[in-house]
């Protein structure tokens, strides 16, 4: 099993960066692919990021693509979202979540465990 923790959300403006980090506890966060997903008000949970268990495989959801990076530390148990050029439209909560597989997936269903979740707020 394995927990995680997601830090970093905050209030932005427009066009600003924040970087996102989702700390893993428990079993070795190598053991699993993780995604970034994000869920705004009213509106289902949706895929935003994935990266395979090495690290050498991404995946974006269109709406973030060029403007969000997913990276990972496997040494230090820690993955990240690098988002850049925000936009009013990236306000919500952003999840972490991790899968026990190598591969990554854009299907929130397939992951395994989830955190708490972070607040992004973009505004104008």
């Known amino acids: 099993q394995v927990q995680l923790v997601e830090s970093g959300g905050r209030l932005v403006q427009a066009g600003g960066s924040l970087r996102l980090s989702c700390a893993a506890s428990g079993r070795a966060f190598i053991s699993y692919a993780m995604g970034w997903f994000r869920q705004a008000p009213g509106k289902e949970r949706e895929f935003v990021a994935t990266i395979s268990r090495n690290g050498l495989s991404t995946d974006y959801a269109d709406s973030v693509k060029g403007r969000f990076t997913i990276s990972r530390d496997n040494d230090k148990n820690t993955g990240y979202l690098q988002m850049n050029s925000l936009k009013l439209e990236d306000t919500a909560v952003y999840y972490c979540?991790?899968?026990?597989?190598?591969?990554?997936?854009?299907?929130?269903?397939?992951?395994?465990?989830w955190g708490q979740g972070t607040q992004v707020t973009v505004s104008s």
């Open positions: 979540a991790v899968r026990a597989t190598a591969l990554r997936s854009t299907t929130t269903r397939q992951y395994d465990y």
